[in-house]
Structure formats: C-alpha cells, structure tokens
C-alpha cells in the first residue's frame, strides 16, 4: 500500500509570516507533487519533481517554492504567506511512467489558514 | 493549455438509480490518459478508475466509464446509486510520452446519495 504523510495536518499562520509544509513518501516513487484543493477550482498542480534534487513549476506556482532534497521527502514553502494561500494542500507520488499511465497516491492533506 | 470540464458541480441522487457523471477534455494531444478518482468526505483522492483505449469499457468496484476520443469525453456511469457513493469525483487528464506524470483535473462533482 503506497504511503505518503503530510505534516503539519493543520496550521495557522499570520500574513507576511513563512509557512513550510512537508511530505515524505516511502513508496520510492521518482515523482512528487503539491497541489491545493479550493471548492469550485478541483485540485490545482504549485509544483512537482521528478526526483531528488529537481522541482518544476506547476500550473499556479506563483507565491510557492518547492524543494525535493531527497528520494522521499519534498517540501512546499511559502515565504510570504497571504491570507488566499488559505486551503488544503495536497501532497502525492507517482512512478515515472513514459505511457502516462501511473496512478498517484496522496497523503492526507494539510489544512492551512492564513490571517 | 489542456483543460478538463466536468459540468455538474453538485448532484443528488436517490439510491438505486443510476449515476452519470460527465466529463469532457481539450488537448491538442491524441493520445491521453484519462482517470476518474474519487474522494470521500474528511479522505484523500484516490484512483478509481482509468482509461487510455477508445472506445473501450473500463470498470471498477461498479463504476464504468469509456474514452470516446471523437467526442474527447469520459463520462463515469453506475448502475445503481449507493449511500455510501456520496463523495467528490475528479476526472483528470494525463498526457502520454511524458516523464512527469501530471495530471489536469476537473473541478470536480460532488455527489451526494439519499435514501
């Protein structure tokens, strides 16, 4: 069974402040995601990675970093967090797949508010 | 930019009825994969099913759906509603040939099932 952990589950952080999310997989998976979860927008892709060492920027990477420093784990970060970075983060992994194919696992979710 | 068009933001069902749900995707791509996943209230998403062959039935713990390319839709069927099928469904895209893996969801419908 694939497993991904998320921490913190949830958080509280003030404007201007910086918020580090983290996720750890041990299903040795090459692909890492964060995406947030806003009712009438779906799931929204910040950031991926495709290994250690590597992120790239998603579909809204605006106001998010991303670090991958190993096989396992990938951090997003927010420097300066603004209150509509509020929502639920999701981490995921997924097999390097050429035919597209690969499932994604995700962790649990991490629900942060920024005031 | 490839997108993804579920037109049904909240559904009610009775139980027992069949469920549709509808999906439809642009891409200049000829070759995508499509998935269907599902997430229960206070969950994760998780795959329900997946697609890549037109015109072929994919089914799984009761659900079916079929990639129509020619009309470039996906739509999920059940044929029979159950309580506990209340949940968030996502469709989503993925392109083939690609190492990343990344997936274009839909804004997702909410189902909700009564007795």
């Known amino acids: 069974e694939a497993a991904v952990t998320q921490s913190p589950r949830n958080k509280v952080a003030v404007t201007g402040g910086k918020v580090t999310l983290s996720c750890n997989q041990t299903?040795?998976?090459?692909?890492m995601y964060w995406y947030r979860q806003d009712t009438g927008h779906g799931l929204r892709l910040i950031h991926y990675s495709y290994g250690a060492g590597s992120t790239e920027k998603g579909d809204i990477p605006d106001g998010y970093k991303a670090s991958r420093p190993s096989q396992e784990n990938f951090s997003l970060i927010l420097e300066l967090a603004t209150p509509s970075q509020t929502s639920v983060y999701f981490c995921a992994s997924g097999d390097r797949d050429w035919g597209g194919a690969s499932e994604q696992y995700f962790g649990p979710g991490t629900r942060l508010t920024v005031l | 930019g490839d997108s993804v068009t579920q037109t049904e933001g909240l559904v009610t069902l009775t139980e027992g009825l069949p469920v549709m749900l509808n999906c439809t995707y642009q891409t200049i791509y000829s070759n995508p994969f499509l998935f269907w996943y599902v997430q229960h209230l206070n969950e994760s998403p998780r795959l329900l099913l997946k697609?890549?062959?037109?015109?072929k039935r994919t089914e799984h713990q009761g659900f079916h759906a079929t990639l129509h390319k020619s009309s470039s839709s996906f739509h999920l069927q059940k044929s029979s509603a159950q309580l506990s099928d209340s949940a968030l469904y996502y469709c989503?895209?993925?392109?083939?040939?690609?190492?990343?893996?990344?997936?274009?969801f839909g804004e997702g419908t909410q189902v909700t099932v009564i007795s």
């Open positions: 299903n040795n998976h090459n692909n």
């Open positions: 989503a895209l993925s392109l083939t040939g690609g190492l990343s893996g990344k997936l274009t």
């Open positions: 697609s890549f062959t037109d015109n």
